[in-house]
Nanobody
Framework: VQLVESGGGLVQPGGSLRLSCAAS????????MSWYRQAPGKEREFIAT????????NFADSVKGRFTISRDNAENTVFLQMNSLKPEDTAVYYC???????WGRGTQVTVSK
């Protein structure tokens, strides 16, 4: 099992980014997949999750209405679309498979002028 995040970077407040989590060794549609983030000096926190079929989603209150989670079964990839980004969204973002407790290495998102 391997999870590889990408798509992070520097963005201005109000901007958007789309993070990708490319999975290998298993089929993403068969598992609940989640995104977490960890800001400097803070604990890792839950952001969003998408269940296995039928793909029910859930979000932390802090990102609800701004972030969406989706998956592409053909690419075996999970996405996190982040809109209306705020400086407080700055963190390392991690992909997570709950079954077995697999984490990716993370991708840095910095929201700043």
């Amino acid at each position: 099992v391997q999870l590889v995040e990408s798509g992070g970077g520097l963005v201005q407040p109000g901007g958007s980014l789309r993070l990708s989590c490319a999975a290998s060794g298993f089929t993403v549609s068969s598992y609940t997949m989640s995104w977490y983030r960890q800001a400097p000096g803070k604990e890792r926190e839950f952001i969003a999750t998408i269940s296995s079929i039928p793909g029910i989603t859930n979000f932390a209150d802090s990102v609800k209405g701004r972030f969406t989670i989706s998956r592409d079964n053909a690419e075996n990839t999970v996405f996190l679309q982040m809109n209306s980004l705020k400086p407080e969204d700055t963190a390392v973002y991690y992909c997570f498979r709950r079954s077995g407790g697999y984490w990716g290495r993370g991708t840095q998102v910095t929201v700043s002028k």
